[in-house]
T-cell receptor
Framework: EAGVAQSPRYKIIEKRQSVAFWCNPI?????LYWYQQILGQGPKLLIQ????????DSQLPKDRFSAERLKGVDSTLKIQPAKLEDSAVYLC??????????????FGPGTRLTVT | AQSVAQPEDQVNVAEGNPLTVKCTYS??????LFWYVQYPNRGLQFLLK??????LVKGSYGFEAEFNKSQTSFHLKKPSALVSDSALYFC????????FGKGTRLHILP
């Protein structure tokens, strides 16, 4: 079974530029998550999709971050414009279950973003 | 408000000794509880979970965790540590949303 795929693995941009990350979840997984992991901290949920609907985006900075999951499969996360404090690893995960899921999550390798 | 705490930034254990990585939580109702592990240069991996039932749950790589409702804890344990267990461990709580702890770095000394 193929795992969660993410690209790019690394990205360096200047502040005020835009950037996009892509995620392809495990086939058949209904739920997709985007997390931000700042160095020395645990992952923070940015947005959770169930199929192509948003379940939770309460911690997504909507003035600069956006995400979509068209057709309920792969997803993109965009930052525009980027700030220095956006430097972090962006993790994508997927799971079988629904909104309050008892199913474990499968994580991709992450995208390390550096904003200079 | 939901919260999860991992009170130790780092735990050092000699190989062959038992290990414990602590996790406490604050949430109303009955949460789901998870442990994940992050090895160097690898993504987060699921270790084990508590949903309901027996308070002692067993997971991958010989790890187990004990759910204690009265102490609101879900400590991760292993009877005999291996050097290969050295990694970053995260506790997570799912109630209205999922919240991860800040992580505990486990260092097993040969």
């Amino acid at each position: 079974e193929a795992g969660v795929a993410q690209s790019p693995r690394y990205k360096i941009i200047e502040k005020r530029q835009s950037v996009a990350f892509w995620c392809n979840p495990i086939s058949g997984h209904a739920t997709l998550y985007w997390y931000q992991q700042i160095l020395g901290q645990g992952p923070k949920l940015l947005i959770q999709f169930q199929n192509n609907g948003v379940v939770d985006d309460s911690q997504l900075p909507k003035d600069r971050f956006s995400a979509e999951r068209l057709k309920g499969v792969d997803s993109t996360l965009k930052i525009q414009p980027a700030k220095l404090e956006d430097s972090a690893v962006y993790l994508c995960a997927s799971s079988k279950g629904g909104a309050r899921s008892s199913y474990e999550q499968y994580f991709g390798p992450g995208t390390r973003l550096t904003v200079t | 408000a939901q919260s999860v705490a991992q009170p130790e930034d780092q735990v050092n254990v000699a190989e062959g000794n038992p290990l414990t990585v602590k996790c406490t939580y604050s949430v109303s109702g009955n949460p789901y509880l998870f442990w994940y592990v992050q090895y160097p240069n690898r993504g987060l991996q699921f270790l084990l979970k508590y949903i309901t039932g027996d308070n002692l749950v067993k997971g991958s790589y010989g790890f187990e965790a004990e759910f204690n409702k009265s102490q609101t804890s879900f400590h991760l344990k292993k009877p005999s540590a291996l050097v290969s267990d050295s990694a970053l461990y995260f506790c997570a709580v799912v109630r209205d949303k999922i919240i991860f702890g800040k992580g505990t770095r486990l260092h097993i000394l040969p």
